[in-house]
Every structure is written in C-alpha cells, then in structure tokens.
C-alpha cells in the first residue's frame, strides 16, 4: 500500500490501491459551478490529476498556481485539481489567484474519487481528506505516472510530473 505522512507521522491511506498500467477509474467531481466532472477512464487526450487536501493551505495554493502556468504551455492536456473544499470555496480560490488554465472539482459528496484511486486519508489530524498526489492518464485511460507525495506538506515533484506528461 502507498504511504504517506503527515509532519513526519505516518497516516494510511483508504480505497483501492492504483499502479502505473492500471486503468483509471472513470469517476465525477463537483465543479466549482456545481456542474459535474468526469474524471479518469478513456478521453481520447491526456489527462493531469492533481490531488490535493485543500486549497485553503499554502503548499496547495502554490501547487495549483505552478499547475495552471505549465497546464498553459502543454498543448492538449486536460487538468483537474481534486481536494474535499467545497465548491465555492474552490470557485473564490481560482477568482482570487487567477485560475483559468485547469478544471477544480471537489470530492466532497462522496468521496468517491478518493476511494476509487486510493488517496484518502484514512487517519491522523486530515482523516477525511484527500493526501497529496498526482496521477497522468493516458488518452485511453491508462495510468502512465503515479506519485503519492511522501510528506504531505511537501509540494509534488513537478519535473517528473510535467515530463510524464510529454
């Protein structure tokens, strides 16, 4: 199972476990609108999944402000940014920091999209939550890239994430 920590403290991780080759589950988020998303499974382009607690924390906040600039220069992808904030919340966000580069959808209702792709915190202070993690899926919904973060104060490894993407 992929592990992950929180200051340092270990904390579990919930749902099913996804590997690179593995298909990505098809799943809907909640857009900052309401509206659905439907992420993961077979596009027909490549997708970017940035997972992440909340945008309301700075390590978050500074992941999806570099996320949205490289979204920018890489031509045919699509970017979705999944934590449990609500909707709105989300929405503030991305009109206060000038998000318009990649899709946010929030997985509050049901935690479904954490469950399917195994990123929920299953312990420790954010039980709850989505932990910080990337995935890259291909245009016929096959994982290519998977990094659950280490430290979930810690920001991802943009180079090997933005590289997958190419």
Not at 93 to 111: H, Y
Not at 123 to 145: E, M, N, S, W
């Amino acid at each position: 199972m992929a592990k992950t920590a929180l200051k340092g403290t270990p904390v579990s991780l919930a749902g099913t476990e996804l590997a690179v080759g593995d298909l990505a589950p098809s799943v809907t988020v909640v857009g900052k609108d309401l509206s659905e998303i439907t992420v993961g499974g077979a596009k027909g382009k490549t997708q970017l999944l940035v997972i992440v607690p909340s945008l309301d924390t700075a390590v978050c906040a500074s992941e999806t402000r570099k996320f949205n600039v490289e979204a920018a220069k890489t031509e045919g992808v699509e970017v979705t940014v999944v934590s449990m904030d609500l909707p709105f919340a989300m929405g503030r966000f991305c009109t206060t920091e000038g998000i318009e580069n990649l899709a946010v959808g929030s997985d509050f209702r049901n935690k479904t999209f954490a469950n399917a792709y195994g990123v929920l915190l299953a312990d420790g202070p954010l039980a709850g939550v989505t932990c910080r993690a990337i995935f890259v899926v291909d245009a016929q919904g096959k994982i290519t890239y998977k990094e659950i973060v280490p430290e979930i104060t810690a920001e991802p490894n943009y180079d090997a994430a933005l590289s997958a993407l190419k």
